[in-house]
């Protein structure tokens, strides 16, 4: 976001390059980090969803959960797109599956 607003958990964001958009799920107590798509920070989302129509090689994924390197920030894909999101300048990675316990 481009302002010094801390991100709450909910709150959907929008990329200004591409159709990607976010949901915020997880966010700091401290500090307003600065969540980017493409390298352009992101916007809150309004109005309907954007056209993926004619995407090709989309690298935000619909469904997953990405996280900063501190895993203190996470947010899911709710519109995939071709921007790379990034937290503070360093791209975010997708959050690893939990391993279930094993059942006997």
């Not at 958990?9 to 997880?26: F, H, K, N, Y």
């Not at 916007?43 to 690298?59: E, I, L, N």
């Not at 994924?61 to 947010?75: F, I």
Request: some cysteine.
């Amino acid at each position: 976001m481009t302002t010094s607003a801390p991100l709450r958990p909910g709150e959907q964001l929008a990329s200004a390059v591409c159709s990607t958009r976010v949901i915020v799920v997880r966010a700091p107590a401290e500090g307003a980090p600065l969540i980017a798509c493409g390298g352009t920070p992101m916007v809150p989302a309004t109005g309907g969803r954007p056209s993926t129509a004619g995407m090709t090689d989309p690298r935000t994924l619909l469904g997953k959960r990405y996280v900063d390197a501190s895993e203190t920030l996470e947010v899911l894909c709710t519109s995939p797109g071709v921007g790379e999101l990034s937290c503070d300048g360093v791209p975010m990675t997708i959050k690893a599956a939990k391993a279930l316990p094993a059942s006997d």
